[in-house]
């Protein structure tokens, strides 16, 4: 396999060679190689010199210097999802898609300054704001996702950083990113995405004007609920800054879990187009039921963020949410205990489906979430949707009438 770095292929080609550098999958001392970057664990590395181990203290981040600093496995994983993004400098990766946000919020901004948030942001990003970094002296003011180009009128002298999450998370709106880190490129102010939901295959982050793309590999890169990651993904301008404040923290990941990532990330396109593809059909379904109030996916024409998502996003993944009409808690209790498809947790992305009751009334401070009527989320697996379709007929049965 050749390295040259330069050369750039197709997504799915992308992800089969990336990682795989020559001097991370082979030793010429014992001939040939193998296809995948192999597990080196360590936290002690050793050197041949004094001379050499203090030439290493200033090395750049893929050399050998110490455990924290990473291995050739992590590094592999790092340089994967920079490819994945064109425009993009590097990836650092943190313990959890929560550490990578925390992370790139504490390196980006100081006290005094102001954040723009997305009101449809994860809910633990919005409990970072409102506690840790409201604390350090940085204010946050919560923003519709509908805003479009009209972020303008809240930037302020002070305004450093504007986070996007598109669709947001529980109720799917979709946001005009472009528009936003036009403005925000026109006011120097930096912008960070949370696209755990498309991964980069299905929406290039830096490619739509996005400074830091975050992604929680959790999800569709682990894709098979057993480990835990976050990454972020910079430009040039910023990279620098995020490794520096990464180091400073000492966020580290494991280079088992780092192999696990890299597996999944071989499949990535395969499994996406499959949960996509399952998933319409499911939604598809439930907006022709009458137990349904609306169906909230982007990829359903008749969806308020329809337009945007196609024009941006290349396609859809598993991830959606719908209302129970006249329902309460007590019927979606009903409706959601009786799925024996559907596991009932948190988190998302894995190759089983999940449904989850979600209440987005509380976490809404810039926009009000007024829909009585009681919401669910679906993950849609790799299961053969008629059964899943089949099992949501069984929690529309059990589910019966009354609150
Ligand atoms: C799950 C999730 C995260 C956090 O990822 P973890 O790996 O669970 O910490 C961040 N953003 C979104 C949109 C998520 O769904």
Wanted: with cysteine; proline share 6%; net charge negative.
């Amino acid at each position: 396999m050749n390295d040259r770095k330069d050369e750039r292929f197709r997504p799915a080609t992308e992800l089969v060679r990336a990682g795989r550098r020559t001097e991370w999958t082979s030793d010429p001392r014992l001939g040939g190689g193998v296809v995948n970057p192999p597990v080196w664990r360590a936290s002690t590395i050793l050197y041949d010199s004094i001379a050499e181990m203090k030439a290493r203290g200033h090395a750049t981040h893929d050399k050998l210097y110490y455990g924290r600093r990473g291995t050739p496995t992590v590094w592999a994983l790092a340089d994967a999802l920079t490819g994945m993004e064109p425009g993009a400098e590097g990836t650092l990766l943190y313990p959890s898609g929560v550490a990578a946000i925390t992370s790139g919020l504490l390196a980006l901004l100081s006290p005094g300054d102001h954040l723009l948030m997305v009101d449809t942001a994860y809910e633990p990003t919005r409990q970072f704001c409102d506690g840790m970094l409201k604390r350090f002296g940085v204010e946050t003011s919560f923003y519709d996702p509908l805003i479009g180009a009209g972020i303008g009128d809240l930037i302020r002298p002070e305004t450093k950083l504007i986070f996007l999450e598109s669709p947001g998370s529980l109720t799917f709106e979709v946001q005009d990113v472009p528009a936003i880190t036009r403005v925000a490129r026109e006011r120097g102010v930096v912008t960070m995405l949370d696209n755990t939901w498309a991964t980069p295959l299905l929406f290039p982050a830096l490619a739509h004007g996005v400074d830091v793309a975050m992604m929680s590999l959790t999800k569709y890169v682990g894709g098979h609920s057993d480990a835990m990651m976050g990454s972020l993904t910079a430009t040039p301008a910023l990279w620098p800054r995020l490794r520096k404040a990464t180091y400073q923290l000492g966020q580290a990941v494991s280079p088992d879990d780092c192999a696990l990532m890299l597996r999944g990330l071989r499949t990535l396109d395969v499994r996406l187009q499959r949960h996509g593809v399952n998933a319409l059909a499911v939604a598809e379904w439930l907006a022709a039921r009458p137990e349904v109030g609306r169906v909230l996916h982007p990829g359903l024409p008749g969806d308020a963020g329809h337009r945007l998502w196609s024009r941006d996003f290349s396609g859809a993944s598993g991830l959606f949410g719908f209302t129970l009409k006249g329902a309460g808690d007590a019927a979606r209790a009903r409706f959601i205990d009786a799925l024996a498809h559907f596991g009932l947790g948190f988190s998302w992305g894995g190759y089983e489906s999940l449904a989850v009751p979600a209440d987005p009334q509380a976490i809404r401070s810039a926009t009000a979430w007024t829909d009585p009527d009681a919401l669910v989320r679906l993950s849609i697996g790799l299961e053969d949707p008629a059964d899943l379709i089949a099992d949501l007929e069984r929690g529309f049965a059990a589910m019966g009438g009354g609150g």
